[in-house]
């Protein structure tokens, strides 16, 4: 691929923020009986899921399965009606009251620190229009984490030049490309040392010339150690990275396994006939 | 001419505005209707920025108005948060707050918290607020004044949030950036390009609408025509010559806001960076639009 080559990262991209960020259990993510209802439409049905350090997750599903409703509740962006989900080891937008029966959520301010350990990609990128990309990457850890303007410059910096954009670093998104504002965009989840990557289709709003360069990054984070946990119909991309890909339809995990049972020996009717259509 | 082509400006609406002054002064004083003959000299003398009583008439329009609008901004930002709360107490008390203060004339809002609060003894307003000396009615006037203006600015702000993409939003929370963060830095920001061109236009009107504190006995530009027309019985001349501070007040502000709003247009499209016209130049259309 000659994408490949024009995007240069040569050096560690974790290297850029001190190493892999050392999550605080061997188990990064741990979802348990995730229950959700949008009104009466039950799109989450006891979703279970366990991501260990270090690992790369891919979910897979046809649309409407409910897999980016789920990684959204993983930093709490959606409410769960039902189940838990820790985060190294601590549950997330939610205390238990009532002797653990019953969920009540968090403060404001707890929620926030927690999200501050996860990192998320979104579709759309979603980067500040009004900052520079150096300015969107110094942010959080300048006014969340409130390190010194220098130190997190520095950082972004680093970063900016681990995703191959080093020369844009005083440019404002709208006169960068998709797969630029996304390289971008990473970064900016980066610069704040999360344990955990969320990834929501990065590469699904992008044109098919772009896509490589972003998955070029991605690719780098997994080799590199971070945990990820990645919606994408990416296949080639959860077949070389994931160490497990994840297939979701209704609302429920319909078979999960390593990318040779899934792509290879799908067992579940549903996996079979959704590969058929997309590869 | 050539010099102010070359700083954009157009030389033929300038002329235009001139014309004006010279139409009021000459034109009107070679014709006689009835008895009634212009007296261009009062017209010019009530033009005179170096009267000490017109300069600080000038002085508490322009104050009053900055200070008001300022209140105002700031109260409509809480107003349209409150507004936008999930908490339904704010929600109640910030819709009481514009139903009331854009359901009833400002007059009345004027007339009733100064003489009204005062007759009542409920608020007599001090002649020296916050330790700054000045006539209650002034300090009552500007707040009110500010008050009234943060009903307006509340749906000002409220439309200048809601443009905001949800997404920027989420952006913003992934990172941990807590409620107050995420509108300070992310959110309020990009809403200030939608709400900056209606607020140019609110504040144009807190310029004119300073007139009506006249009610309270504050001397303020109109109130100053007002009085010396009463003196010298020449109601053409004084209120012309008021017209035309008011335009001229009104007039520098749409330059001012101009600038400004270029100021925010950093990052919205690709050419942004490119000094052309803010839109009320363009409205006024008193720069030549810039060519590309």
């Known amino acids: ?279 | 001419m050539n010099r102010l082509r070359e700083r954009g400006i157009r030389p033929a609406l300038l002329v235009g505005f001139l014309f004006i002054v010279a139409l009021v002064a000459t034109g009107c004083s070679s014709r006689s209707h009835g008895t009634f003959k212009f007296d261009g000299g009062a017209f010019l003398a009530y033009l005179d920025p170096r009267t000490s009583p017109l300069q600080s008439a000038l002085y508490l329009t322009v104050a009053i108005s900055i200070v008001a609008q300022l209140l105002g901004v700031v109260l409509g930002i809480f107003a349209a948060l409150g507004k936008m709360a999930r908490f339904a107490p704010f929600r109640i008390v910030a819709n009481l707050y514009i139903w009331i203060f854009r359901g009833t004339p400002l007059l009345i809002q004027l007339m009733f918290f100064f003489y009204g609060f005062g007759a009542a003894g409920i608020f007599d307003w001090p002649d020296d607020m916050l330790g700054l000396p000045a006539k209650g009615a002034i300090y009552a006037a500007t707040i009110i004044l500010g008050i009234n203006e943060g009903a307006y600015m509340a749906e000002i702000v409220r439309a200048g949030i809601m443009s905001v993409d949800p997404g920027q939003t989420e952006a913003a929370k992934s990172l941990g950036m807590t409620y107050r963060l995420t509108m300070s830095r992310i959110v309020l920001p990009q809403a200030a390009r939608v709400i900056i061109p209606p607020l140019g236009n609110e504040f144009n009107n807190m310029l004119k609408t300073t007139s009506l504190i006249s009610v309270l006995g504050v001397i303020e530009t109109y109130n100053y025509y007002v009085t010396q027309q009463g003196l010298k019985f020449n109601p053409f001349e004084a209120y012309a010559a008021g017209a035309l501070w008011f335009l001229l007040m009104t007039t520098v502000w749409s330059f001012v806001q101009g600038r400004i709003e270029r100021r925010f247009a950093k990052g919205t499209t690709p050419t942004a960076d490119v000094r052309g016209p803010g839109f009320a130049s363009r409205l006024m259309a008193l720069r030549a639009p810039i060519e590309q």
């Open chain 1, 1 to 279: 691929m000659s994408i490949q080559h024009q995007v240069e990262i040569s050096h560690n991209l974790l290297g850029a923020i001190g190493g892999v960020p050392r999550p605080e259990a061997d188990v990064v993510v741990d979802a348990r009986d995730v229950n959700k209802w949008f009104g009466r439409l039950h799109v989450l049905k006891d979703v279970c899921l366990q991501v260990k350090r270090g690992e790369t997750v891919v979910v897979i599903g046809p649309s409407g399965s409910g897999k980016t409703t789920f990684i959204r509740t993983v930093n709490h962006l959606e409410k769960i009606q039902g189940g838990r989900i820790f985060v190294n080891g601590h549950l997330i937008g939610y205390r238990e009251a009532n002797g653990g029966k019953k969920l009540v959520e968090d403060k404001e301010n707890n929620i926030a620190r927690q999200r501050q350990e996860i990192g998320m990609v979104f579709q759309r990128f979603n980067l500040f229009p009004h900052m520079t990309a150096l300015e969107n990457i110094m942010e959080a850890p300048v006014h969340v984490r409130s390190q010194p303007k220098a130190e997190a410059e520095a950082t972004a910096q680093a970063l900016l030049e681990r995703v191959g954009l080093a020369a844009k670093a005083n440019v404002y998104p709208n006169q960068l490309s998709g797969g630029q504002q996304q390289r971008i965009a990473i970064a900016r989840a980066l610069a704040m040392k999360p344990a955990l990557m969320l990834f929501d289709e990065p590469t699904s709003a992008l044109d098919p010339e772009m896509i490589g360069e972003v998955l070029e990054v991605m690719k780098e984070l997994a080799r590199e150690g971070m945990t990820m946990i990645v919606v994408s119909h990416e296949m080639g991309f959860a077949r070389e990275v994931a160490n497990r890909v994840v297939m979701m339809d209704e609302g429920q995990v319909v078979e999960e396994g390593t990318p040779a049972q899934i792509f290879g020996a799908p067992t579940q009717e549903r996996t079979k006939s959704f590969l058929s259509k997309i590869l």
